[in-house]
């Protein structure tokens, strides 16, 4: 990634993926958008704790 988006567009685009998958009917998910979901969760929590240490 030559221009990574800043941490606050980061945030807004985990934060809109993880949305739109909640709004689907969770019986209707398969492994793996519950998988895709948890994951963009942790990335979202990691971004976070990263810019709470000053990494980013």
């Known amino acids: 990634m030559d221009n990574p988006l800043p941490y606050k567009e980061q945030q807004d685009c985990i934060l809109h993926g993880i949305t739109r998958i909640a ?5 209707e998910l398969t492994p793996e958008w ?23």
Request: hydrophobic share 55%; with cysteine.
């Open 23 to 27: 709004s689907i009917d969770q019986q």
């Open 34 to 56: 519950l998988l895709i979901q948890n994951n963009m969760a942790m990335a979202f929590c990691l971004n976070a704790w990263m810019f709470n240490r000053g990494l980013k």
